[in-house]
Each structure stands twice: as structure tokens, then as C-alpha cells.
């Protein structure tokens, strides 16, 4: 795969002015998945408004604090940090144990996290993230977030349960005047190309009555967590045993993220970043158990944000982090960053997860294709893909090894490219070529 050119490669420096821009471009793409993060996680524990507030403000400042440090002295890479979905699902499935209980397999987790890294072992996971496996993950993120996208891009909500036709179709217009936007212009405004039809779509969503200006209005300017902790954790062993399965996920999505950015990037730093990347992923679990928060990954969706936007330098996640860290100090630039419309953040997505899905094959095909990888690509792709689109009644009359698992099509899809590439149907010789 040849080196892509950007207009900042992954060490330049944008001017200040530049760099806040970007910044505020990925908060805003962040955002939605944090505010649905504290929805989800406030339904699964009864909690109440303030507690709500409390879990969203947390979750910016450990993502905006953990994604800043992991590009000044973490992996250094364009990655953004934020909660995990395979913690998330794990996290409310143990929601009926308690808080406490979550707490302590998150920092058990996170301990597990850091135990592999400081003993040496982590080389042997690396070794097997082949290209077929990176591709399918990068692949896999896009897929697995289709049925979000799809709710999302048809505006259906409270009011729409089925969605509306005008705003899918304002939608569809948006995600193909981004990639115009993004692979016609030139210079500067080419990596504004996902800010502008940010702008663009959440003015022509105004004109539908879709923002809440009152939510800006109303918000504070400043607020500080009424509580930093829940309580004492407890470390109860179904929910260690849970939350090692879901860090065992989240390696593994890490390693995808940190695979996926460097093959579009650097890969010369890859060795290095690796542990101090995931090193850093234990530590914000240890940090956000404590806090009785969901842990934190590095997101698989950054590389086709790159890709779409041109700029691959790792400061503007610095920016975006500060950002973050702002924000969960200011409501008011919360709901700021809440304003731009589902639908266009969903818009947004689809063209970042194009681009990534274009980088995945790009990889997967670095070498050669043989019949044996139509399997091991094309299964796990598939069957990771259906998962997604199980129904909930199904999945909830599961039991909670199962749940844990099979309600997350991104886990069960690299549990059999795993399986396929490493197990039935390897080649003898994968893991001393990659080992090399």
C-alpha cells in the first residue's frame, strides 16, 4: 500500500488557529457517542438527571485527558480515545450487580491491560495481527455501525420511530457532497471538507426545526462534577470474568486501531506505540473504574477521518482533547457541540467509514489474495455484519457469557477472522512471517 500524502503529515505541527479547527472537528463527530454513551448507561442504572450529567461530564474529561496524552506520549498516533462499546455492553449487562461491582472488573481489566505490557507478553498478541486481520477490523468497525447510521441518517427519534424520507435524502446529499468536497478541493479547504458539510447540513436542518437552540440557551457556562466516585469497587469474580472477556475485545480493537492508523501513516513507530498504547488503554481503566465510568479504546473510526480530511497529524487530537476537557467543565460548549443534528454527525460517519472501508480492502490486498482469504475476510465481515442486526428480545434471552459476546458484532467478527486466519485455516508459515 503506498504512503498517502497529506497536507500535515502525523508530526507536523498545524498553526494554532488550523489545529483548533480540526480539533473541534473531531469533537464534533465524538460527541454523539458520548451523549448516547451516558443515555445508555443512565437507563441500564436508574440513574437520575444529576447522576446523568455527572457520568457525561466524566466521560469528556477522561477521553478528552486520555486522548491528549496518548498523541503526546502514548502512541502518537492521529487516534481518538474514547468509552469502549464492547466495555459499554459489558457495563450494562453487570448493571443489575451494581456499581461497584462494574467498578472492579473495570480496573481489573484495565490491570490485565497493564500486566501485559509490563511482562513482555504483548509481542505475542501483535504477532497476530496480520493484514487480513487489521483489514477486517478496520472493515468491521464501518459495518458493525450500520444499523446506527441507518436510525441516525433517517432522522428516527421519539418523533419519527421510522424516520422521514426529506431527511434521509438531505442526508444521502450530504455524505455525497462531503466525498466531492474532500477529494475536489485543494489546500486548506480540503481538510475542512467534514467541517463545511457539518455546517452546511446542520444550517439546512435549521430551516427544519431540528437543533434545540433551547438546550444552548439554558446551559451554564461552567459546572463541576458534584461527585467524583460512586462508591468502594468491588471485585466480585462473574464480573472480573466478564470484564477480562470485554478487555480481551478491547485489546484486539486496539491493536486494529493502532494496525489501521500506521498502515496509513508510519509504521515505523508501530513497536513502540503499541505498548505505550495500551498501556495507556489499562491505565484509563484503572482511572475510569474508579470513577464508575466506561473504559476507554482508541477508535477504529480515526484512519478514514484521516483519510476523508487529508490531515494526519496526531496535535490535532491534542486540540480535541483539550476540547473535550473544556467542554466537561462548560456546558454551555457541550451543548454546542449537541447541536450539529444526528443526522448529519450519521452523514458524517457514513463518508469517514467509506474511506476506511477503502483503506481495509487496500490493505487486505497489500499481498496476495489467495481463495483461502475470500473465507477468512468474507465470514468474519458477514456474520460480524448479521450480528449487529439480531434482534434486542433475542439477545436478551441470552445468558451473560453469551450476551457479552454475541450482542456485539465487532467482537464476534474478530473472534472468527482470529479463528479462521490463526486456527482452521492457517498457513503454517503467517506467524513467523509477521513475527519478523
Not at 234 to 239: A, D, Q, R, T, V
Not at 402 to 414: A, E, K, Q, S, T
Request: glycine residues 10%.
Amino acid at each position: 500500500m503506498g504512503k498517502t500524502r497529506y497536507i500535515y503529515d502525523i508530526d507536523d505541527h498545524p498553526p494554532p488557529k488550523l489545529a483548533i479547527l480540526y480539533g473541534l472537528q473531531w469533537a464534533i463527530i465524538a460527541f454523539p457517542s458520548f451523549v448516547i454513551m451516558a443515555a445508555l448507561t443512565s437507563h441500564a442504572l436508574n440513574m437520575n438527571l444529576d447522576q446523568e450529567v455527572r457520568f457525561l461530564q466524566l466521560t469528556l474529561l477522561t477521553s478528552g485527558i486520555f486522548s491528549a496524552a496518548q498523541t503526546l506520549w502514548g502512541h502518537r498516533y492521529p487516534l481518538l480515545d474514547g468509552p469502549s462499546t464492547a466495555l459499554l455492553l459489558t457495563f450494562i449487562i453487570l448493571a443489575p450487580y451494581g456499581i461497584e461491582v462494574i467498578q472492579g472488573g473495570t480496573i481489573f481489566g484495565g490491570l490485565l491491560l497493564i500486566a501485559l505490557v509490563c511482562s513482555g507478553q504483548l509481542k505475542r498478541a501483535v504477532a497476530y495481527a496480520t493484514p487480513n486481520v487489521v483489514g477486517v477490523i478496520l472493515i468491521l468497525i464501518a459495518f458493525t455501525l450500520l444499523p446506527y447510521l441507518t436510525r441516525t441518517m433517517m432522522g428516527a427519534g421519539n418523533g419519527h420511530p421510522h424516520g422521514e424520507l426529506r431527511v434521509f435524502l438531505i442526508s444521502l446529499t450530504l455524505v455525497l457532497l462531503m466525498a466531492a468536497l474532500s477529494l475536489r478541493l485543494t489546500g486548506f479547504w480540503k481538510t475542512l471538507a467534514l467541517l463545511l458539510g457539518m455546517l452546511l447540513g446542520t444550517a439546512v436542518f435549521s430551516f427544519l426545526g431540528l437543533p434545540d437552540w433551547h438546550q444552548l440557551v439554558s446551559a451554564p457556562w461552567a459546572s463541576i462534577p458534584k461527585r467524583w466516585t460512586s462508591g468502594l469497587p468491588s471485585f466480585y469474580w462473574p464480573g472480573l470474568l466478564a470484564f477480562a472477556s470485554a478487555y480481551l475485545a478491547l485489546l484486539v480493537n486496539s491493536l486494529g486501531s493502532l494496525h489501521g492508523i500506521a498502515n496509513i501513516t508510519d509504521t515505523t513507530r508501530l513497536p513502540a506505540a503499541t505498548s505505550r498504547g495500551i498501556f495507556f488503554n489499562g491505565l484509563g481503566g484503572v482511572v475510569c473504574g474508579l470513577l464508575g465510568i466506561v473504559g476507554t479504546v482508541s477508535y477504529s473510526l480515526s484512519p478514514g477521518v484521516v483519510l476523508a480530511n487529508r490531515v494526519a497529524s496526531r496535535f490535532t487530537i491534542t486540540y480535541c482533547g483539550v476540547i473535550l476537557i473544556v467542554a466537561a467543565f462548560a456546558p454551555k460548549l457541550a451543548a454546542l457541540l449537541a447541536l450539529v443534528p444526528a443526522p448529519v454527525v450519521g452523514a458524517v460517519l457514513c463518508v469517514a467509514m467509506g474511506a476506511q472501508i477503502g483503506a481495509g480492502l487496500s490493505i487486505i490486498g497489500s499481498g496476495e489474495v489467495t481463495s483461502r482469504d475470500y473465507y477468512v475476510v468474507g465470514l468474519p465481515v458477514l456474520l460480524g455484519t448479521m450480528v449487529g442486526y439480531l434482534p434486542e428480545p433475542f439477545i436478551a434471552t441470552m445468558h451473560t457469557a453469551f450476551r457479552i459476546f454475541l450482542g456485539n458484532g465487532l467482537i464476534v467478527g474478530i473472534f472468527l477472522v482470529l479463528l479462521l486466519e490463526h486456527v482452521l485455516l492457517r498457513e503454517k508459515s503467517i506467524l513467523q512471517k509477521n513475527e519478523q
